[in-house]
C-alpha cells in the first residue's frame, strides 16, 4: 500500500529538547505531508515537501525527504508543552493526489 | 479556530436510528472528504467528493451515506449503524485537486465524535 509508516510510535521530552519524527512510504510520490493533531481536535496542516525538494523550514519544523530511501523526517527544535500532539505524515495518491494516505503517527508527550 | 465547520460536536445515537452530521466551508474548496478515526489511529477516508461529485467511495458500508448538496455543504446520512462504527468522522477540504498535480494541503473540521449504543 501507499501508506507511510511513522516512527517512534511514541516519544516523551523535556520542554527544550529537539524532537525527531520519521516517515517511510512504499511508492513514488508527488509530494509529502506532516499534520499535527491535539487531542480531541482535527488536524492541523504543519508543512508541504514537494518531491524535487529535500527540505524546508516553517517557524521551529524542519521537514526533510529522501525520495531514494523513501522517507522524511520531521524535527520539531526547542520543543514547548504546546507541542504535546500527534503527528502523521500523508502521502497522495490518486490520478491527482487527491487521496491522503495517513501514517500510524507519532504521539509526542513534551514535559515542563 | 478551524475554517471548516462540524456539527453535532458529539452525537449519540442507537442502532435504529437516523442522524446525520454535517460539514461546512467557505474558502471556496472544491475537494470535500470524509474520514473515520478510532481511537489512537490514524484518519482512514471513506468518501471524496470533487466538484459536488463523489470520487471515492473507499468500499464503506452503506449504512453510511454522503451527500453534497452544493460546493460549501457536505452531509454524512447514518442509519442502521453498528457499535464498531463509533469513531471520530472528520471532515477535510482542499483546494482544486485537478490542478498542481495534487500539491494540496487538506483542511479539518474539529470532528464530530459518534458513540452507538
Known amino acids: 500500500s501507499q501508506q507511510g509508516e511513522e516512527d517512534p510510535q511514541a516519544l516523551s521530552i523535556q520542554e527544550g529538547e529537539n524532537a525527531t519524527m520519521n516517515c517511510s512510504y512504499k511508492?513514488?510520490?508527488?509530494?509529502l505531508q506532516w499534520y499535527r493533531q491535539n487531542s480531541g481536535r482535527g488536524l492541523v496542516h504543519l508543512i508541504l515537501?514537494?518531491?524535487?525538494?529535500r527540505e524546508k523550514h516553517s517557524g521551529r519544523l524542519r521537514v526533510t525527504l529522501d525520495t531514494s530511501k523513501k522517507s522524511s523526517s520531521l524535527l520539531i527544535t526547542a520543543s514547548r508543552a504546546a507541542d504535546t500532539a500527534s503527528y502523521f505524515c500523508?502521502?497522495?495518491?490518486?490520478?491527482?493526489?487527491?487521496?491522503?494516505?495517513f501514517g500510524p503517527g507519532t504521539r509526542l508527550s513534551v514535559l515542563p | 479556530d478551524t475554517e471548516v465547520t462540524q456539527t453535532p460536536k458529539h452525537l449519540v445515537m442507537g442502532m435504529t436510528n437516523k442522524k446525520s452530521l454535517k460539514c461546512e466551508q467557505h474558502?471556496?474548496?472544491?475537494?470535500m472528504y470524509w474520514y473515520k478515526q478510532k481511537a489512537k489511529k490514524p484518519p482512514e477516508l471513506m468518501f471524496v467528493?470533487?466538484?459536488?461529485?463523489?470520487?471515492i467511495n473507499e468500499s464503506v458500508p452503506s449504512r453510511f451515506s454522503p451527500e453534497c448538496p452544493n460546493s460549501s455543504l457536505l452531509n454524512l446520512h447514518l442509519h442502521a449503524l453498528q457499535p464498531e462504527d463509533s469513531a471520530l468522522y472528520l471532515c477535510?477540504?482542499?483546494?482544486?485537486?485537478?490542478?498542481?498535480?495534487?500539491?494540496?494541503?487538506?483542511?479539518f473540521g474539529d470532528g464530530t465524535r459518534l458513540s452507538i449504543l
Open positions: 474558502m471556496g474548496h472544491r475537494a
Open positions: 515537501i514537494r518531491s524535487n525538494e
Open positions: 511508492t513514488s510520490i508527488n509530494n
Open positions: 477535510a477540504s482542499s483546494q482544486d485537486p485537478w490542478t498542481d498535480g495534487g500539491n494540496q494541503p487538506q483542511h
Open positions: 467528493y470533487s466538484y459536488e461529485k463523489l470520487s
Open positions: 500523508a502521502t497522495p495518491w490518486g490520478n491527482y493526489g487527491q487521496n491522503f494516505v
